[in-house]
Nanobody
Framework: QVQLVESGGGLAQAGASLRLSCGHS????????MGWYRRPPGKERELVAL???????TYADSVEGRFIISRNNANKTMYLQMNSLEPEDTAVYYC???????????????WGQGTQVAVLS
């Protein structure tokens, strides 16, 4: 079982920056992919960014060039640096980890509880 805890959300003005953090309890070596998703008000959850265990990254078109995903295995934390925030970035942001750890017979997906980001125009 992997526990994920997000932090760093809040209120920001358009054009400002925020950094989200996701601390986890798992073995970094078995967290094959980690990522950030978001659920805008009244909409479905959508992918924001992914980072593989090898450091390969994928971004949604809407955040490409503005957001940066990273992970620090030593302190068991993943980050999302959000720059040039837009009102459209307003959402609940969720941390995700796809893990295949010792004792597992299948890959398991884990989710955090979410952190709210609100961007004012």
């Amino acid at each position: 079982q992997v526990q994920l805890v997000e932090s760093g959300g809040g209120l920001a003005q358009a054009g400002a920056s925020l950094r989200l953090s996701c601390g986890h309890s798992g073995d970094p070596d078995c967290l094959l992919v980690m990522g950030w998703y978001r659920r805008p008000p009244g909409k479905e959850r959508e992918l924001v960014a992914l980072i593989s265990i090898g450091g390969d990254t994928t971004y949604a078109d809407s955040v490409e060039g503005r957001f940066i995903i990273s992970r620090n295995n030593a302190n068991k934390t993943m980050y999302l640096q959000m720059n040039s925030l837009e009102p459209e970035d307003t959402a609940v942001y969720y941390c995700m980890a796809a893990a295949f750890c010792s004792g597992d017979d299948v890959e398991n997906d884990y989710w955090g509880q979410g952190t709210q980001v609100a961007v004012l125009s």
